[in-house]
């Protein structure tokens, strides 16, 4: 049986304090395998965004556990709790958090310089890893000489080029026309055909559905609805 690159178990959290204390997630069951691309949507306020931050190891749970590559994430203590996000897991945002000052090259280099690899073979791997989302002749353009989809592509190849096992993108193409929103979701797809490594994407885009092997609904905190997608089956996954 292969195990999940990524569980959530019975995850509750809450968010604030005292009257303002909101319970954000309410019993979450979720995983995802290498191998596939999943998209997690639902309505502004249902959950989606913390789902994504716990599962990124950003948050923790109030109650379950998180289960990265079979290791329990729940209860690390912070610096065992950033050396498992620093190993596995890369993240895309909506607003590419690129450093205006660096090129391309290095805004991609950077994953690697805080995991203490600065020789020249690293500089050979952010190169590497711009070839895959198609930027291998803007290695050294600052952001502001890219577009946009250009500018989340390095976002991308900044997030895969230390090769982890999960890819989480919150909203990769909400701020990208449809062409673009397009091509970043075919990269995103090409990735997800690694078998050693889960994409999850949360979206509002309805362009982006036929990319999904699977697509899970959160509505108030609690998973809804969970289904393969059109290209690969009607088979139902909680």
Not at 137 to 147: A, E, G, H, M, Y
Not at 173 to 192: H, P, Q, V
Not at 213 to 236: F, K, P
Request: net charge positive; proline share 5%.
């Amino acid at each position: 049986m292969t195990i999940p690159v990524l569980e959530a178990i019975d995850v509750v959290k809450f968010l604030g304090t005292g009257a303002g204390r909101v319970e954000a997630l309410k019993g979450v069951n979720l995983s995802l395998s290498g191998g596939e691309l999943v998209l997690l949507m639902g309505p502004s306020g249902s959950g989606k965004t913390t789902l994504l931050s716990v599962l990124g190891c950003i948050l923790s749970p109030t109650e379950g556990s998180v289960r990265v590559r079979g290791h329990d994430a729940t209860g690390l203590p912070p610096e065992a709790l950033s050396r498992l996000r620093r190993d596995h897991i890369g993240f895309v945002f909506q607003s590419y958090h690129l450093f205006p000052a660096l090129t391309a090259i290095d805004n991609v280099w950077l994953a690697l310089d805080v995991r203490r690899e600065r020789s020249r073979r690293a500089i050979a791997r952010a190169r590497d890893a711009l070839a895959i989302v198609g930027l291998s002749r803007k290695v050294n353009s600052f952001p502001l000489q890219l577009s946009s989809g250009e500018q989340q592509r390095v976002a991308i190849a900044r997030a895969i080029v230390a090769n982890p096992s999960i890819v989480l993108a919150d909203e990769p193409t909400a701020a990208l026309d449809s062409d673009n929103g397009y091509a970043i979701m075919s990269i995103l797809a090409e990735i997800a055909k690694n078998l050693g490594r889960g994409v999850l994407v949360v979206t509002h885009d309805p362009r982006i559905l036929p990319f999904a092997n699977r697509i899970v609904r959160i509505e108030d905190g609690r998973i809804v609805d969970g289904q393969r997608s059109a290209r690969t089956g009607s088979l139902l996954a909680g």
